[in-house]
T-cell receptor
């Protein structure tokens, strides 16, 4: 009953370092998403994927890259971390959207990332 | 631009009823979602409305008026465990979710 699993749960980086956040889902969902959540703001979409091998930019893609080599995994990369990227990052997944079936997004527990 | 507005914080008493409002202006409309998020945890799905009217699920109900760009989440018989943030999100014409900043609900005994 894992659902959506994110690793790591916490990380502290220095400015300029790189890292990759991993998201894995076991629900066979087609769509996957990366969000960031900052105090006083709504969830903001960074990148998303509608299927294996495809990715697209969301609202705030700058400074991030993603890859979806396997259907169950969605990776978020920070090539050169900046303090402005300090945030809580959530991965989510959903079935291919069908208006009649109401397909909510299922979220992982989040990764708390601090950039010093 | 696209905008979702909801109150920042609300306080209610255990056992009472509370209504959390959400107004929206988006490029297109493909439904409105309510999520619950406890502090330090992931958002979890509560309800979905795409047609006008009231959807009831146990102690929680959600209402939608598309002509007014308005929704509310109604929580009855409040329990201490209902203390959480409640997030309103609208799916726009591109099937992307636009999120409000959330309403922090504080329940007092």
């Amino acid at each position: 009953n894992a659902g959506v699993t994110q690793t790591p749960k916490f990380r502290v980086l220095k400015t300029g370092q790189s890292m990759t956040l991993l998201c894995a889902q076991d629900m066979n969902h087609e769509y996957m998403y990366w969000y960031r959540q900052d105090p006083g703001m709504g969830l903001r979409l960074i990148h998303y994927s509608v299927g294996e091998g495809t990715t697209a930019k969301g609202e705030v893609p700058d400074g991030y890259n993603v890859s979806r080599l396997k259907k169950q995994n969605f990776l978020l990369g920070l090539e050169s971390a900046a303090p402005s990227q300090t945030s809580v990052y959530f991965c989510a997944s959903s079935p291919a959207w069908d208006r009649a079936l109401n397909q909510p997004q299922h979220f992982g527990d989040g990764t708390r990332l601090s950039i010093l | 631009g696209q905008n979702i507005d909801q109150p920042t914080e609300m306080t209610a008493t255990e056992g009472a009823i509370v209504q959390i409002n959400c107004t929206y202006q988006t490029s297109g409309f493909n439904g409105l979602f309510w999520y619950q998020q406890h502090a330090g945890e992931a958002p979890t799905f509560l309800s979905y409305n795409v047609l006008d009217g009231l959807e009831e699920k146990g102690r929680f109900s959600s209402f939608l008026s598309r002509s007014k760009g308005y929704s509310y989440l109604l929580l009855k018989e409040l329990q201490m465990k209902d203390s959480a943030s409640y997030l309103c999100a609208v799916m726009d014409s591109n099937y992307q979710l636009i999120w409000g900043a959330g309403t922090k609900l504080i329940i007092k005994p």
